[in-house]
């Protein structure tokens, strides 16, 4: 249905269909909502302090640095925050690029959504992993969290927020209205942490480009300040709870990505992709 109505040099067709990363060094290509990977590696199914749900979408893969830092976040926020466990949600695709179904970024794996709902004490089958809804933490008029909330969410946001290569973290507004609320002197942690809508049943990390990247276009770095004021209380008027549907957008071709990545769709599974480096 998505790939019928898509244009057949849609970007998103030409990278949905890709089933393996490409071999060689990891690169981040391009820009988080418009690039691609090479050389991704898959975060495992299981381990000791995570499980990746929704397996059948086969997006678990991602730069090395962003599923080394999951691996070792994973495995201090027992101690650190309470948490007992990351269920992963979507990272990227094998090859990164746009995706057939959500997400405008995720494209350059370095982007990850994480569930809210803590990981249970057992191993999920991957029929639960596929089919188990997560918890939604805010409230039907999204003015803010519901029962559902605990303490260790927030300590779990605020460890996530506190390691540095971390560039910001997709909360919805009623979750940073919350943590604004609950978070003491210390503030900084809270620049990181940026309003969005959705973001009610999971939270998305954003890491910044591996240093000697030079195809990886960071973001602009969130402005200082914990963001609780002026700019949160806009979240929460009618212009953002109910803003007028958008006109679809069309599709990124494989012409709008970088140059580099039309290579990427263009070789063969296992093999590795000579990324051509420009120097800027
Ligand atoms: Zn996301």
Redesign the pocket.
Known sequence: MVIAQSPPDAAKVLFGREVAPTAGPAWAIGAYERGCLSGAVALPADGPNWQVMRPSRNRAWGHPVLIALLERLAAKLPAEAGWPGLLV??IAQPRGGPMLTG?G??QIGL???LWLTAMPDRRLSPTERDEMSATDLVTADGMGVDAAWTPQHRRLLETVAREPAVARI?VNPAIKRALCREAGSDRGWLAKIRPWWG?NY?F?IRVSCPSGEAECHDQVPPPSGDGCGKELDWWFTEEALHPPPSPPRRPLRLADLPHACAALVAVRNGQAVQVPMQVR
């Open positions: 949600g979507d997400h970024s995720h982007d990850a959504d997709f973001h999971h998305h």
